[in-house]
């Protein structure tokens, strides 16, 4: 019988397949959010192999702060074409323009919780009623009591202290008009395992998760890349360091990391030894104890 | 194009021990403040799997809250509702490893409104941890959680006897708690308990052994979690596949590729198997099967996989593979021991929707046979009200039939729950006994068990 067994990360492997097969027997309209991330990019491979050697069968959609690394972007471009997958992106900037939000003031105004409006708006305009994200509880304490199927009501909000039990494997997707579910097939993967698919399957990646040399300012411990969308405090510079990054969202909150790591090789390598969250480099989970329970409460990533 | 590919030494350099590392998904249970949460966050404290700005962070938000102790719970703890009251709501899962094993660890709530958390966090684990608050002993949440881990079939279960500074860590305490719960576990089927005197919150026998409890002879919780055998908890012998969605790629290269796509729930299937498609029953041959990384010689629980087949039949989702000659049984007439989470009792003459494998259907209920007092776990035949939080045996009659094993056989095609029709919400868990379970003795007093 010992022959029958599988490492974990083929288990964590044939789950998030399992997981995206449901979604796509299960909803009508589903859609894969994708950034460019390394956890969107390891999560639309895994979607690639559940419907092989068909295509992915739903859009990979992207909402877009106008505020995104440059490397991100080009690599969402040029992924979608390259395993032929039909990409819808929608820009924050519109719904500022339509009146739908307002942008944020002060030296450091961030996009990022604008994202969650635009968000909802291409829910609604597309009637998905799911949307794959590839976020992990490990990444952060509220997300550490996400289910795998997340229900969100008419107003897209998460109810964290009424969810849905989830028994065993059995995934109940079952909702009412204009309610839709949030699906992350990568709940139990953590920052090591995305890295070490990433190197089992050979993936392209970014190349801001490498060492490269970036001018950037320290505000409140967070190295924030140089940007027209910042504006420096007094006492602020913009200086010159060897950096990488460990989590790619809007430029304008997440934080760069000092490191040398030029190499997947390297890069475990330092993930094995981090001392600090992955987290720990965005600015937009400082800014209170719960900000990112009141973000996924209102209907977040 | 500025994306970077790894390069042939990188790969060279993907650690061979990390990938080959087992994995052990354990829970923790216990009634409300027994000091489950504050255990996980020992065991991640004192195994160094705390990441520096977390700590910074826990230190000061246990400052801001004038407590003197550092407060693990809030690892764990994470939403602001559970920080207010101090209590656990929602599971929370933590990952750490140590250089001999993964770990998943499931922390659930102990109060009893929440018990349907509890079970979600359980249902997918191979050990659970039951606290005992060394001054209670055992209560009824206590026998509750146990319970359900043994219909749940949870193999191992480790009583970790808490609290054991607030009793001056008595071995005649400890002995009086060990006593109790074996009377009580008796009527379970747990094959593996063992107990450990603990102190969660100053780490006494988790991580290290302790010497304030000279007279104990085992070894501390970490040892136990790394050294426990975790065989796999999948059945190899029966094969079922069910099929969660068909792959038509319908493209030049693929043009006749009709792989049935699914995730293995038992047994083995290799290429040339003969397969019978229920609950039709026609036969086919099994052509081909692709795993995540190209053909594959065979397939087995729980791998995901797409299967073609030797000729054309009709079989879609909700249907299931077996073998010719080792088939499950396909009925509209289940036994099966519930667990319910909905604040709106079961209804015996309700409708709902019943969800098993890939397949929906809608059921009505014929009958509840009995209802299980929790603290005896005798069954009680005049009062069969099933509410939040009971559990019970019951027997339902299904509008398709369904190709099911017995729980204790197979979790996968031996599990359902049940969904109401018109809030969409999961209102139980249910495990089928039928048909092993259907011959029990009428006599027997205590209640079937689902699990092992
Ligand atoms: N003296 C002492 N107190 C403890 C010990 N373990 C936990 N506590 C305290 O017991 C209280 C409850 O602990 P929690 O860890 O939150 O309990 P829990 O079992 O997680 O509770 P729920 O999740 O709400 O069911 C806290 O005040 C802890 O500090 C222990 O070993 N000794
Ligand atoms: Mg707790």
Known sequence: MSSYNLTHLAQLEHEAIFVLREVAAQFERPALLFS?????IVMARLAQKAFAPARIP????????????SEAIEYRDWFAQDIGARLVVRYV???????????????????????????????????FDACLGGARRDEEKARAKERFFSHRDEFGQWDPKNQRPELWNLFNGRKNLGEHFRVFPLSNWTEMDVWQYIAREKLRIPSIYFSHTRRVVNRNGVLLAESPYITLLEGENYEERVV????????????????????????????ASARVTERGTRADDKRSESAMEDRKKAGYF | ?????????????????????????????????????????????D????????????????????????????????????REQGITIDVAYRYFATPKRKFIIADTPGHIQYTRNMVTGASTANL????????????????????????????????????????????????????QFSEFASRLNIPDIKFIPISALHGDNVVDKSDRTPWYQGGALLYTLETVYIGSDHNHVDPRFSIQTVIRPNNDAHHDFRGFAGRVAGGVFKPGDD???????????????????????????????????????????????????????????????????????????????????????????????????????????????????????????????????????????GSFILIDEFTNATVGAGMILWPDGGDRAPTDQFADMGGL
Not at chain 1, 36 to 40: A, C, L, V, Y
Not at chain 1, 58 to 69: R, S, W, Y
Not at chain 2, 283 to 312: C, N, Q, W, Y
Request: charged content about 25%; some cysteine.
């Open chain 2, 47 to 82: 195994s160094k799997a705390i990441f520096e700005d977390t700590l910074e962070n826990l230190e000061r938000v246990t400052e801001q809250r004038g407590e003197d102790n550092l407060n693990l719970a809030l690892l764990t703890d994470g939403l602001r509702a559970e």
């Open chain 2, 128 to 179: 659970a941890i039951i606290l005992i608050d060394a001054r209670k002993g055992v209560i009824e949440q206590t026998c509750r959680h146990s319970f359900i881990a043994s219909l749940l079939g949870i193999p191992h279960v480790v009583v970790a006897v808490n609290k054991m500074d607030l009793v001056d860590f008595s071995e005649a305490r400890f002995n009086e708690i060990v006593a």
């Open chain 1, 244 to 271: 990488r990054y460990r989590t790619v969202g809007d430029s304008t909150c997440t934080g760069a990391v000092e490191s040398p790591a030029a190499t997947l090789a390297e890069v475990i390598q330092e993930v």
């Open chain 2, 275 to 413: 397969i019978v498609s229920l609950p039709s029953g026609l036969p086919a041959k099994i052509k081909s099967i692709h795993g995540p990384e190209g053909e594959l010689a065979e397939a087995f629980a729980p791998m995901s996989v797409a299967i073609t087949l030797d000729r054309e039949i009709d079989s879609s989702r909700g249907d299931l593979f077996a073998k010719l000659n080792n088939q499950p049984v396909v009925t509209q007439d289940i036994e099966a021991m519930i667990c319910w989470f909905s604040p709106k009792p079961l209804n015996p003459a309700g409708k709902y929707i019943l969800r098993h494998t890939t397949r929906e259907t809608k059921c009505a209920l014929k009958a509840v046979r009995y209802k299980v007092d929790i603290n005896t776990l005798r069954k009680q035949t005049e009062d069969v009200s099933v509410g939040m939080n009971d559990i019970g045996r019951i027997h339902v009659r299904t509008a398709t039939p369904l190709m099911i094993d017995p729980y204790k056989r197979n979790r996968t095609t």
């Open chain 1, 36 to 40: 460019g991330g390394k956890d969107s």
């Open chain 2, 1 to 45: 194009m500025s994306a970077a590919t790894p390069t042939a030494s990188a790969t060279a350099h993907t650690d061979e021990h990390y990938l080959s590392m087992d994995l052990l998904r354990f829970t923790t249970a216990g009634s409300v403040d027994d000091g489950k949460s504050t255990l996980i966050g020992r065991l991640l404290y």
């Open chain 1, 93 to 127: 900037e519109d719904s500022i323009k339509a009146g739908r939000c307002q942008e944020e003031k002060g030296p450091n105004p961030s996009r990022n919780g604008l994202q969650t409006i635009t968000l909802l708006d291409t829910i609604e305009e597309f009637k």
């Open chain 1, 58 to 69: 739903f859009p990979l959609v992207h909402i877009d702060t106008g505020h995104n690394f």
